[in-house]
């Protein structure tokens, strides 16, 4: 629980950055992302869903973390 409460944690952190950092450029770029067709929005969200389990993975199943 502990873990998951932290990596939580974590991605509100990475999530929160742009906002606070360059709210005017994320204005700009959450207008440019309405302009995308839903087709790109879905494949960019299955690739990143794919990197973000193979990562997972791979440092699960490694000894390089331990």
């Known amino acids: 629980m502990k873990l998951l409460l932290l990596v939580v944690g974590m991605v509100l952190i990475v999530e ?4 606070a950092v360059a709210p005017e450029k994320m204005k700009e770029w959450l207008t440019k992302l309405q302009e ?6 879905r494949f960019f969200g299955f690739f990143s869903l794919g990197l973000g389990l193979l990562i997972c993975w791979l440092v699960q199943s ?3 973390f331990n």
Do not use: C, E, H, R
């Open 36 to 41: 995308l067709p839903l087709s790109t929005m």
């Open 16 to 19: 929160g950055l742009p906002y």
């Open 62 to 64: 490694s000894a390089l």
